[in-house]
Nanobody, 115 residues
Framework: QVQLVESGGGLVQAGGSLRLSCAAS????????MSWYRQARGKQRDLVAT???????NYGDSVKGRFTISRDNAKNTVYLQMNALRPEDTAVYYC?????????WGQGTQVTVSS
């Protein structure tokens, strides 16, 4: 059974930074594609960033140049470094692991950016 636990969310002023972490249990982390999604209140869940098992990355247009996704396979952890945060980045951030076409989701962590 795979479990994902996010951490690092909180309240930050506009222009500030946060680093989210997502720790995974189980042995499939290193072969899985890891993603961060976010869902603002009343809106759909959107893709923020993805990193493959080989380290290739992809970002949503709204976060390009501000957010960086990375992974540490030795620690079974994926990170999301968020810089130059804006109020519109406020959302619950979820990590997702996809392995053998099966998705696993974390419980989410709240990020609130004040203006």
């Amino acid at each position: 059974q795979v479990q994902l636990v996010e951490s690092g969310g909180g309240l930050v002023q506009a222009g500030g930074s946060l680093r989210l972490s997502c720790a995974a249990s189980g042995s499939i982390f290193s072969i899985g594609t890891m993603s961060w999604y976010r869902q603002a209140r009343g809106k759909q869940r959107d893709l923020v960033a993805t990193i493959t098992s080989g380290g290739s990355t992809n970002y949503g247009d709204s976060v390009k140049g501000r957010f960086t996704i990375s992974r540490d396979n030795a620690k079974n952890t994926v990170y999301l470094q968020m810089n130059a945060l804006r109020p519109e980045d406020t959302a619950v951030y979820y990590c997702k692991l996809t392995a053998y076409l099966v998705p696993y989701w974390g419980q989410g962590t709240q990020v609130t950016v004040s203006s």
